[in-house]
């Protein structure tokens, strides 16, 4: 109850000073004066469905959030719109513009977390995809090929610039972070592509590991400890931690897995991820950059919502 007084103050708050920004706003792009005055709503929700005193506060102001952002992204030029005013949600496109995804997190009891998420096409016409989180159901599953009504859900902070393309069909890098439960956390690269229905999938035989191909990458590591996973922009490769338990009797359980100081990467080969063990990282520390060649300077990976750095 105080919760829903509360965003009632707010939301009035909000559709008033809106009101009096109305005519600034169109002047300052030509955007729908509409699209700001949705924007002024989903602050204030996605902030209490970050910050309610309860989950279920939390998951009340999530389902005003959701709501509001569909009829927000049904609006004309939401696809270009910048949403800057959003904090704790994930706003990317692909490099080829095709489709922007939008993810992020509520945290539930005892410390768990679920996701949330959808994909807007370019094309207006066509339907938002929504992403239901069904990573349980699937936990540790890295020979799966989902779609985005059983997603293993994660709020994705990069898009890796390069696009995989077989046989006519385009595959997004993706690298996501999910704050899993009390005692440890996950960082994973997956895989998005569509169909010829326009259906989108996750996962792709697309990882050589040292395990064999896979179709999805995580790691999992204890909560108190900082842990890279990402595509670095100089080496042109994906990054991450090597980890070793503090105990060794924790072996495989992950909640006690912390960095030993090296690093493994993929690299992406012939249209595969392939693995690298004991990569050479030090470009990233400010040593010189190699030599490049006229015309191969890298593409700037796609970012959005950055995980805690713990």
Known sequence: ?????????????????????????????????????????????????QHGDSTFDRNDANYLFIRGLVRALRTEGAFEFPFDSLRYISKLYTPDR??????????????TYRHFGCILPSDPKAAILPLI???????????????NKAWYGAAYFQIVPEIIKIK???????????????????KMIDFLWFDKTGTPHFGAP?????????HRFYIEYASDVMVQLRYDLNAQKIVYDHLIPRNSENA??????????????FVLKKKMWRFEDNTDIRLQFGSPEPEKKPGSAPKKPQSGLLPPEN
């Open 133 to 147: 989180d069904q990573s349980d159901v699937y936990i540790g599953r890295d020979d799966t090929i989902l779609t």
């Open 1 to 49: 109850m105080r919760l829903t007084l509360l965003l009632g103050l707010l939301l009035y708050s909000s559709l008033t000073f809106a009101q009096k920004n109305k005519d600034a706003s169109v002047l300052r792009t030509d955007f729908d004066a509409s699209l700001y005055e949705e924007q002024l709503r989903l602050t204030e929700l996605m902030y209490w469905s």
């Open 98 to 111: 095709k489709y922007r995804i939008f993810t992020w997190q509520v945290k539930q009891q005892f410390g």
């Open 206 to 214: 697309l990882l050589e590991t040292p395990k064999g191909i896979k």
């Open 252 to 265: 495989g359980l992950g909640f006690d897995d912390v960095p030993d100081g090296s690093f493994n990467a």
């Open 168 to 186: 006519g069909i385009s595959y997004y890098t993706l690298i996501g972070y999910d704050p899993h439960e009390p005692f440890s956390q996950r």
